[in-house]
C-alpha cells in the first residue's frame, strides 16, 4: 500500500502519496486547489489538483466522475493529459497532469503577443476544440487562464470540470462571464459547442488587442457591450429567447447596427479580422465551426488536415441523467480508478477472480437501476395526465 503524507496548503490539508515531492500552489481550478509537484518516479514536474469534498453531496460525486471519465476519454496533444489518481486515505481525490509552464492569461499580463504567437496559439486552441466537438463535449468555461502554455509555445486546455454533452437542457451560470455566449444568456436552456468558439471568438481578440473584448460587470451589462460591437440580436435569435424576463430586456435595449470589427482592430491583419467575424456571431448556428477555422487563410502557416485529428468514438454520457446516491457514485469512481491503473492484473497478467467485473457490474446496475425509476415516473406522470384529461 502506498505511503501518505500529509501537508497544510492554503489551510486545505493535501494527502498525497509519497511518490511526489516539493509543493508548492499554483492556483483554484473549477472546483479544486491545484499544486506543483516532483514525480520522483519520472523526474518531471506534475500539477497535482485536490478535489474539494468529492463525496459530499450527490451532484459534487456526479461531477466529479464526469471530470474524471472526460480526463480519461479525452486524449489529444492540445488537451491537458491524466498520468496519475489516487483516492487518500481521507476520500479526496487527487488528479495528477502534466505541468505547464504558465497559461495564456499570465502571459497576456506580461506582454503584447506577435501576429505569429497569436497565430500559433489559435490553431492549437481550434485543433484541440475540434477533437473535443468531435467527443461529443462541449467544454463551457474556455477563458485564457485555462489555457496552458511550456515554454517551446505548447498549448493545452485544461478545466473540464464544467465539460458537458452537446444538445441537452443546460444551465445559465457557467464560464467566466467575460468569455460567455450570448446564447447562455438569452436562453438558459439550449446549446451546443459553438459556446466554444464564441469564447474562442473573445480569446483571440484578447491575444489581439492584450485587453478582455467584452469585460461586462454584470449579466446585464455583459449583454449590453455585446450590442454596442456587434449589433442588436436578429430577430430569428431572438425568438429563440425562452425566459419572458430576458425577452423583455432584450426588447427594451435600442436598436443597434454592427459596427465592423475592422474599425475596433485597426491593426489586425484582415485575414485576423475575417476569422474573427465568423467566430463572434449571435446565431450559434452560423457561427464557423473548429474544423472550417482551422483551414481558414489566417492559420494557413500551420494548417495540416492529416494532423489534426478527431475522436475515435463519442464521449459514453449515459451516467450523465442518472439520479444516484453518493456511495454508487463512489463505487462508480473506484471502478474508473481501477480501470485507469489496471490494477486488476496477477502476477500471471490474469484478472483476479471477480474483482473488477463485479464492482463495475455493481455500477452498471445502480445506473440501470435509476433509469428504470425514472421511465417508471415519467410513465405515471403521463397516465395522471391522461386520466385528468
Known amino acids: 500500500m502506498a505511503d501518505f503524507i500529509r501537508t497544510q496548503i492554503f489551510g486545505t490539508c493535501f494527502e498525497i502519496t509519497s511518490r511526489y515531492v516539493d509543493l508548492n500552489p499554483v492556483g483554484m481550478g473549477a472546483f479544486g486547489l491545484v499544486c506543483s509537484a516532483k514525480d520522483q518516479l519520472t523526474g518531471q514536474n506534475v500539477a497535482i489538483k485536490k478535489i474539494m469534498k468529492p463525496f459530499g453531496t450527490p451532484v459534487l460525486s456526479k461531477r466529479t466522475y464526469r471530470e474524471l471519465k472526460l480526463l480519461k476519454h479525452l486524449r489529444h496533444e492540445n488537451l491537458i493529459c491524466l498520468s496519475d489518481i489516487f483516492i487518500s486515505p481521507l476520500e479526496d481525490i487527487y488528479f495528477v497532469t502534466e505541468l505547464l509552464g504558465t497559461d495564456l492569461h499570465r502571459l497576456l499580463m506580461t506582454r503584447p503577443l506577435e501576429k505569429q504567437f497569436i497565430q500559433y496559439f489559435l490553431y492549437q486552441i481550434l485543433r484541440g476544440l475540434k477533437y473535443v466537438h468531435s467527443a461529443g463535449v462541449v467544454h463551457r468555461d474556455l477563458k485564457p487562464s485555462n489555457i496552458l502554455v511550456n515554454e517551446n509555445c505548447d498549448l493545452k486546455i485544461c478545466d473540464f470540470g464544467l465539460a458537458r454533452i452537446q444538445d441537452t437542457q ?88 454592427r459596427i465592423p470589427l475592422a474599425s475596433k482592430f485597426r491593426n489586425a491583419d484582415p485575414e485576423a479580422i475575417d476569422l474573427m467575424e465568423k467566430m463572434l456571431v449571435f446565431d450559434p448556428k452560423k457561427r464557423i465551426t473548429a474544423a472550417e477555422a482551422l483551414a481558414h487563410p489566417y492559420l494557413a502557416p500551420y494548417h495540416d488536415p492529416s494532423d489534426e485529428p478527431v475522436a475515435d468514438e463519442r464521449f459514453d454520457w449515459s451516467f450523465n441523467d442518472a439520479d444516484l446516491p453518493v456511495d454508487t457514485w463512489k463505487v462508480m469512481m473506484y471502478s474508473e480508478i481501477l480501470d485507469f491503473h489496471n490494477v486488476d492484473i496477477d502476477v500471471n497478467g490474469q484478472p483476479p477472480q471477480g474483482q473488477f467485473e463485479q464492482v463495475h457490474a455493481q455500477a452498471q446496475a445502480a445506473v440501470a437501476q435509476s433509469e428504470a425509476a425514472k421511465a417508471k415516473e415519467q410513465e405515471q406522470q403521463q397516465q395522471q395526465q391522461q386520466q385528468q384529461q
Open 170 to 257: 443546460m444551465t445559465g451560470y457557467v464560464s467566466t462571464r467575460y468569455y460567455r455566449a450570448p446564447e447562455i444568456m438569452l436562453t438558459w436552456q439550449k446549446y451546443d459547442v459553438e459556446v466554444d468558439i464564441w469564447s474562442t471568438g473573445c480569446i483571440f481578440a484578447e491575444m489581439l488587442e492584450g485587453k478582455p473584448l467584452f469585460p461586462g460587470k454584470d449579466h446585464v451589462h455583459q449583454f449590453s457591450i455585446i450590442t454596442e460591437l456587434l449589433g442588436s440580436p436578429p430577430e430569428d435569435v431572438i425568438h429563440t429567447i425562452c425566459s419572458e424576463n430576458t425577452l423583455r430586456f432584450v426588447k427594451t435595449l435600442p436598436r443597434r447596427e
